[in-house]
């Protein structure tokens, strides 16, 4: 099979994570078992039982999965966000708000983005690799899974800053400030990777401050959206 693009950026990917010591699906309980079941069964994706990890590896690597667009690496590439954009358009009568984290920090050495402390594991990976990629600056930081840049807004549609939230996402919103048809972007939250946005960052292994933090934004965000129809 030809190496494309995404097939090198996949054994980029796997071959970090063997270096990071990060598991990688097995389908055996004679196997090591592992803490994320990525479902890709249907890709047979599955390392075998007897299969040694450089044959599976490689067989990750060339996979009819990579010469599709239907998977997420696609969706995040350039070209995958630039089709997903021409097929979505901003409606006059409708809010948009969108939210960031940014789980990376400025490295001393290089200057790159990379992880910051506490950043879930698997998103270590992303946030290194999505932080060493290009020459533009403003593309490093990300929340391990996507760069800050790219939550803000799509590339080319109406976009300003949030103007209902002053201090913040975690204070008041005054939904009167609120604009439809454009979208709202607010500055991303510092040291929040893609886990805390969907609330998995909320259990008892994770700080109680942080899990203070993420209960208080989505209540926060009921409270604005719930303003936008009053």
Excluded at 59 to 71: P, Q
Excluded at 202 to 221: C, G, I, M, P, S
Aim: proline share 4%; aromatic share 10%.
């Amino acid at each position: 099979m030809t190496n494309t693009p995404i097939n090198e950026l996949v054994s980029d990917l796997i071959s970090t994570g063997n270096l990071l010591g990060i598991s990688l699906p097995r389908d055996s309980t004679t196997l090591k078992p592992q803490a994320t079941d990525y479902k890709l069964d249907q890709w047979g994706l599955i390392r075998k039982q007897g299969e040694s990890i450089v044959k599976f590896n490689k067989r990750v690597i060339n996979s009819k999965i990579w010469s599709t667009h239907d998977n997420s690496i696609y969706d995040l590439s350039i070209a995958g966000a630039n089709n997903i954009t021409q097929r979505t358009d901003l409606a006059s009568d409708e809010y948009y708000f969108t939210y960031a984290g940014n789980a990376t920090k400025q490295s001393r050495v290089t200057g790159r983005a990379v992880p910051v402390k506490g950043i879930a594991p698997y998103f270590r990976i992303g946030a290194s690799y999505i932080g060493n990629q290009g020459n533009d600056p403003n593309w490093w930081p990300s929340d391990g899974c996507v760069p800050v840049i790219s939550a803000k807004a799509p590339i080319g549609q109406a976009a300003q800053e949030d103007q209902t939230t002053t201090n913040g996402v975690f204070d008041y919103s005054d939904t009167s400030k609120a604009v439809k048809g454009i979208w709202q972007y607010n500055q991303p939250v510092q040291g929040w990777d893609h886990n805390d946005f969907v609330g998995l960052d909320v259990t008892k292994h994770r700080d109680r401050t942080n899990a203070d933090k993420v209960q208080t934004f989505y209540e926060d965000l009921y409270v604005k959206l719930h303003g936008l129809n009053s």
